[in-house]
């Protein structure tokens, strides 16, 4: 069964500081998608960052970047210069490319602080 | 512009009532989705539709009805509404050649009392 694992419930960093959230998941297919999710107090649930199996490059949007290892069926978020308006539960999220059902498999999520 | 809508935002409502909720997108995707989000914020498929089909039906019960009269409107229909029915219930869209990024509406919060 597909499966993603989010293995740190909370997590705080202060302010203009890095954080990584960690995310794993397992798959026997070659061609999928990543996703990082994040929802702040609003409940608005916003893409974050998107990644492609099959490209080598980790995706990168402006403080938000990624740590994509596809053999260790690894996905990492990395927070750059942590704002306070960061503070949100971040989601991860994989859908692969076979079938048609386009069913997206979620992490529990990663509750994260913001500290001034 | 609003790509993902739902109405209502909020909807409070007494046990055994029927209630529906309304979504629209404008991103012309051909994929819709209904997810419940609990108080634990776990994220929970129920229904998807591609091009007004089917194509994920998750163990729900049968008092949820869904139902796509276009491309750019999924509605959830709720009857007989249980304590257990409140949670926060979010709509999404994806296109297929897009990759299957999904855009959410803002979630409607449904209080049973």
């Known amino acids: 069964a597909q499966t993603v694992t989010q293995s740190q419930p909370e997590m705080s960093v202060q302010e203009a500081e890095t954080v990584t959230l960690s995310c794993t998941y397992d798959t026997s297919e070659n061609n999928y998608y990543l996703f990082w999710y994040k929802q702040p107090p609003s409940r608005q649930m916003i893409l974050v960052i998107r990644q492609e199996a099959y490209k080598q490059q980790n995706a990168t949007e402006n403080r938000f970047s990624v740590n994509f290892q596809k053999a260790a069926k690894s996905f990492s978020l990395k927070i750059s210069d942590s704002q306070l308006g960061d503070t949100a539960m971040y989601f991860c999220?994989?859908?692969?490319?076979?079938?048609?059902?386009?069913?997206?498999?979620w992490g529990l999520g990663t509750s994260l602080a913001v500290n001034p | 512009d609003t790509a993902v809508s739902q109405t209502p935002k909020y909807l409070v409502t007494q046990m055994g009532n029927d209630k529906s909720i309304k979504c629209e997108q404008n991103l012309g995707h051909d994929t819709m989705y209904w997810y419940k989000q609990d108080s634990k914020k776990f994220l929970k498929i129920m229904f998807s539709y591609n091009n007004k089909e089917l194509i994920i039906n998750e163990t729900v019960p049968n008092r949820f009805s869904p139902k796509s009269p276009d491309k750019a409107h999924l509605n959830l229909h709720i009857n007989s509404l249980e304590l257990g029915d409140s949670a926060v219930y979010f709509c999404?869209?994806?296109?297929?050649?897009?990759?299957?990024?999904?855009?959410f509406g803002p979630g409607t919060r449904l209080t049973v009392l």
């Open positions: 999404a869209s994806s296109m297929t050649s897009g990759g299957y990024t999904q855009y």
């Open positions: 999220a994989f859908v692969d490319n076979a079938g048609n059902n386009r069913k997206l498999i």
